[in-house]
Each structure stands twice: as C-alpha cells, then as structure tokens.
C-alpha cells in the first residue's frame, strides 16, 4: 500500500489555499475592526491593529438612521422576490426539464444571456417606466426587479437539477393517478428540497446585496440595506468607520445566513455538474 | 379481467417512423410479450398504451372505453418500469399505497391493501425501508407491488428484469409469471430477451423496425417463423441458414452430395432459397451429412455448442447432449433432420413451405 506523506506539493497547496483565504477575507477584516476605531484611528496613514475599541460608530449610527427600517426593507424585498422567483421559476424549470422542445436550449441561454446586460443599460428606460407607474421607492417596484433579476439563475438551477430526475418517477405518478399538481406536490416537491433550499439561499443572498437598483431607485420608504450604507458616503466626505460599522450591520444578516447555509450552497451551485 | 384491443396504431418521431399501421388484440387475461432488436418500437408502443405517449392515429380499446385520447391516470392501468421508478422520498408501504391514495381511499383499505400485497411479494419486513435501502431484487418487488395494489385492468411491464443479474432474473421471471396468473390480469410485457418472452407468455409479439412480424405462441414462433428474421431472432443458439437451389429433379440441394424432397412444392416457384435448421436439428453422423470442420466448441455444461464450418463455406452451430470430445479442428459430418427443416425465400425471407 501507498503511503500517503506530506509531500511537498501538499504543503505548497496548503500555503496557497490560506493565502487565497486570507486576500479574500481581509477586506471584511479590515472593515469590522475599523468599524470599533474612532474616524481619527480610521483615517491615520498609519494603519493599525492596536486601538482603543470604541461602539461609538454603531451607537451613532443606530441612532442617526433607522437601522430596522432598512433591514425590514431588506427582507421583505429578498424574500417576497425570491418567492416569486421560485413561484416562476420553478414550473418553467420544469417544463424545459421534462417537457424540452427543439428551442429549449436556446431558450435557456437567451435566459441566460439577460445576465450579461450591464443594469445601468436600462437604468433610464426603468426609471422613467417605474416613476410613470408610481413604483419609484416602493416595496413592490424593488421586488419586482430582483425577481426579475434573479429568475435566470433560479431557473438554471432548478433546470440542472430536475435534469438529475430520472422521468420515470414522474411518469410512474402520473400512472399511479397523480395529475400535475399531486406530482409536484407529492413527488417533485419534495425530491426538490435541497433543490428549492439552495436555490432561495443563493436568491435571498443576492437580492440582499443588490445595490444598483435599491440606491438608484428608492429614497427612505423602500430603500434596503445597500442603500443604507450608501448614506455614509455623503457629499462632506468619507467617514470610513461609522460606514464600515453600517456595513458590518448590512452584512451581518446574510453573513451569518451564508455560514449555516453554506453545504446547502455549494451542493446547489454544483448542481448537475458531477454526475 | 379485460381485453387490449389496438387498431392502426402509427407514430412518428420526426421523420421517423417509429411505430407502423399496428393491429394486435389481447385477450383477457392473456400475458402477451413484446419483443424486437432495440430500435423496433416496442417500448413506444408499451408507453402509448400507458398513455405516456401520444400516437399519430389509430385507437387503443381497454374493454369497452376508447382511451386513445385519455390520460394515463383515467385508463387504469399499471406499469413497471425498468428502472423500477420508486419515489425515493417514500417508504416501501408509502410507494406501495400512493396509487390509492391519489384516488382518495380510506385510510383503512389502503393500508389492508398494502399489507396483502407485501404478503403476496415477501415485503412485509421491508415496509418501512426507503427504496434506497432495498436490494436490486426487493426494489423490483416494491415495483410489482406497486401495480398489484390497485388491482389494474392491465399490468404493462417495461423490460423490468433487464437490472437484475442473471441468477435473480430467472427468480424473478418465475414470480412475475405467479403473481400474474393468480390475479389473472391482462399483460402486455415489453423485453428484448426472447428466452424470457418463450417462458413468460401466452403470446409473443415480435415486431422489427416499427412492425409487427409475427404474433403466435412461443412454441408456434419456434417451430414455424414467418420468416427468417423471426426464425433467426427466435431460438438459442440461433437457427441456422443455409443457401440453397432446387436440384432440377423436384428437390432442393444443400450441397452437392446432400439433396433432399420436401414435403410440399410450393417453394419450387422461388428459384433460390435459404433453408433453416435449428442447432437440435442438426444431427452428428458418422457417414452421411454435409462435411465440416470444427471451429468452435462451447460446452454449456448440459450441452455443448459444436460450431463448424462447411465445405461450402457455410458456419453451423450444432448442440451436442452426449460425451463426445470433439476439438477444434476435428472434421465431422452433420446430418440434418429433413422433416424439420424451414424453408425461405431468399429475396423477401418470406417461409415457403411447411417443413
């Protein structure tokens, strides 16, 4: 039998993969400690990870903006347009899954292809549409466009997964008496669990970190954690710490929701890709 | 108990023509078996009898309803697929009883009826296992139970052996066989293994490139193939063809010292033939028979598989019961039982006589 040692490649990969960790997670790093330093301690050339903690920042900016109001916004709008998505999404997964015609393909990479589209491309013709149409800083018109937004990869995902769904078993419950909705109730449903799971994770994850359309769109009723952040960056200048201790509160939520999630995540982006 | 009654059943898949103008009607009761090379339209007739698939005209008859235009749920039907299709996310009592639940029987009769039907298949341990704690041979019973259960008007049975190895296959085939002629439910059965077909049916549908070939009994298949494609898909080792002509006094040549007069005349209308021996009908013989050479000895334990080639050319299988130790090699002579000989014509393969 082979002995597996520690070679040196294993070693080299295990300094690589660190390295890699800590580039990426620095900035977040960097951000939560100086969330606690004072702006002084936050703009001294000299940066530094010795400092006297402060909760200034966040005291000040609870208390300054209405911290809460942001974070509902935030939830109602990801969660009620990832239900939506999934409300869409899901029976035209299905359909192209199991019912493809000859254009299926095509039509999944133009479903894609809409991805592609920089945001600020449409930003007028959305603009001038949703004031025309009262939907200028409303709940609504931001739910709208993240289900929109974030259709092209719930269908996807949900579309490589019932891929993975041998047709037998939906054939053998449309057998057994089942019409369509016992068989998505009955068996595609519940076979779709992780499927559904991961997918509404990665959609919640996204339209919370939206901020293109939640900045430019709304003002103080429907604006979103994003744009909550975007406050700090006001016209007198930076104040790097109150802003870092806004944006440790923006992304604590789906911070925390990634880390539990995460198998759920992985396994769901992956989808279809090993067979 | 009801009877299948298919009348001008076409189906195209593009420009294919998958299925061609089928007629075939199953009695009540009868186990009837589907058979054909891959690609002959078996399984896409079995699936548009269960409604999985639409066809391009014709009608199908399940007693007295036309179901041609019906959903799979209203023909009342079951079906086994190969795959077994159980719902993974249910138990072995939850896949069994599904079926009843989807038509909103009581409580109480479902569970009756999963319980007779896992005595019937040996489940009754199993119940609460998920199929994919079952083995290969269990699933498959959960699969037969799952069409038992609903007590269809027509069990259909999508090569459902065709996953299991070979020792378990013929277990399973002897069960499928009781279990339908205990409950005496009209079965139409789909496979490409005519040695379970020849076991299994009353009737053997053999059908090649979207067409009924012949429909006949097993033995009926075997001993008078329409024509050389049943002759030759039917039987194992396969029947062997030899080309042959009319000797020009009112017999046919085999080779030049074997001739022989067949019973009939009305083959000597088709200038050339091809004449079909089964291996059993192909007797060693010490001084008569056409010559041959030995090129390849099977024993199968039983019986030895003798295949040789002959002084025309012409390679024969033989089966052999006794001791002999014939090798590679060894020239031998083959006599050939002349009242069992088919006879076909060479250009349409059509059978010309009763041999």
């Known amino acids: 039998m082979e002995k597996r040692g520690t070679s040196s490649s294993t070693v080299l990969n295990f300094i690589a993969g660190w390295a890699a960790v800590i580039l990426l997670i620095f900035p977040i790093i960097w951000m939560f400690l100086t969330s606690f330093k004072t702006e002084i301690d936050a703009l001294s050339p000299e940066a530094s990870l010795i400092f006297q903690p402060t909760l200034d920042n966040y005291r000040t900016v609870l208390a300054r903006s209405n911290y809460l109001t942001f974070a509902l916004n935030s939830v109602y709008t990801s969660v009620a347009a990832t239900l939506l998505a999934l409300l869409v999404g899901f029976p035209a997964a299905y359909s192209m899954a199991f019912l493809p015609t000859a254009k299926t393909r095509q039509t999944l990479l133009w479903i894609l292809s809409t991805k592609m589209m920089p945001p600020v491309g449409v930003l007028v013709p959305i603009y001038i549409l949703y004031r025309d149409m009262g939907l200028i800083d409303s709940h609504l018109g931001l739910i709208l466009l993240f289900m929109f937004a974030n259709l092209p990869i719930v269908v996807w995902m949900l579309y490589s997964f019932f891929r993975d769904i041998p047709r037998d078993i939906l054939e053998a419950a449309r057998i057994d008496g089942a019409g369509l909705w016992e068989e998505f109730r009955y068996v595609l449903i519940p076979l779709s669990g992780p499927a559904l799971a991961s997918t509404a994770l990665l959609s919640i994850i996204l339209c919370w970190n939206e901020a293109f359309w939640s900045i430019n769109l709304t003002t103080t009723k429907a604006a979103t954690l994003a744009a909550f952040i975007a406050t700090y960056s006001a016209p007198q200048g930076l104040f790097w710490a109150k802003l870092s201790a806004a944006a440790v509160l923006a992304i604590a939520p789906v911070l925390v929701m990634g880390w539990i999630g995460q198998r759920h995540l992985v396994r769901g982006l992956t989808f279809g890709a090993v067979k | ?355």
């Open chain 2, 1 to 355: 108990m009801t009877a299948v009654n298919i009348e001008g059943l076409n189906k195209h898949f593009g420009a294919i023509h998958t299925l061609k103008n089928i007629n075939l009607h199953v009695e009540e009761g009868e186990f009837v078996a589907l058979v054909g090379p891959s690609g002959c339209g078996k399984s896409t007739l079995l699936r548009i009898i269960a409604g999985l698939e639409s066809s391009d005209g014709g009608s199908i008859r399940i007693g007295v309803r036309d179901v041609t235009q019906l959903p799979s749920k209203q023909r009342d039907i079951a079906m086994v697929f190969q795959s077994y299709a159980l719902y993974p996310h249910m138990t072995v009592a939850e896949n069994l009883g599904f079926c009843l639940r989807m038509q909103k029987r009581p409580d109480g009769e479902i569970r009756s009826k999963i319980v007779e039907a896992a005595r019937i298949l040996h489940l009754e341990t199993l119940l609460d296992r998920r199929p994919k704690e079952l083995s290969g041979g269990q699933r498959q019973r959960v699969a037969m139970g799952r069409a038992i259960v609903r007590d269809p008007q027509v069990f259909l049975f999508d090569e459902p052996l065709s996953n299991l190895d070979a020792k378990l296959r013929v277990i399973m085939r002897t069960e499928i066989k009781e279990v339908q002629q205990r409950l005496k439910t009209t079965t139409i059965y789909v496979t490409h293994d005519q040695i379970e077909a020849m076991t299994m049916a009353d009737r053997i549908v053999i059908m090649d490139k979207g067409e009924i070939v012949q429909v006949d009994t097993p033995m009926e298949l075997y001993r008078r193939p329409r024509n050389t494609f049943v002759a030759g898909f039917i039987g194992s080792p396969q029947m062997n063809f030899i080309d042959a002509k009319p000797d020009g006094k009112g017999g046919v040549a085999l080779s030049q010292h074997l001739t022989f007069q067949p019973d009939s005349d009305v083959f000597l209308k088709a200038g050339e033939f091809v004449v079909g021996i089964r291996p059993e009908d192909l007797l060693l013989d010490e001084e008569d028979g056409l010559r041959a050479k030995v090129t390849l000895v099977e024993p199968t334990g039983a019986q030895t598989y003798i295949h040789a080639c002959t002084e025309d050319g012409n390679s024969l299988v033989t089966i052999e019961n006794g001791d002999r130790r014939l090798r590679i090699g060894d020239q031998i002579r083959l006599k050939p039982i002349i009242r069992h000989l088919h006879l076909f014509d060479r250009a349409s393969g059509e059978r010309l006589t009763v041999a």
